[in-house]
């Protein structure tokens, strides 16, 4: 995924705006880096996978949607590889 928003970063660029842009990107970042926070607050040594502490904290349910949302992006980027 990184290879493709590098190649079609400076288009967005153009077409939406220096200052949008930027302001789009700090916040996607800002994000990002909370979201990894809180992974490794509450990640355990013993658990190999995202889907261990997931399940662990969140449940059952949560893991099983986890897992079917990765596995419907999975098909979707085999998909477009493909086409």
Do not use: A
Not at 6 to 26: A, E, H, K, R, Y
């Amino acid at each position: 995924m990184m290879g493709g928003v590098i190649l079609i970063l400076p288009i967005l660029f153009n077409q939406g705006g220096i200052i949008l842009s930027t302001l789009i990107l700090i916040l996607t970042g800002y994000i990002c880096y909370e979201t990894c926070y809180l992974f490794i607050i509450h990640h355990k040594h013993d658990e190999v996978e995202v889907e261990d502490t997931i399940k662990r904290i969140l449940g059952l349910k949560w893991y099983t949607f986890f897992c079917f949302i990765s596995s419907v992006y999975l098909f979707t980027c085999c998909i477009t590889q493909f086409i």
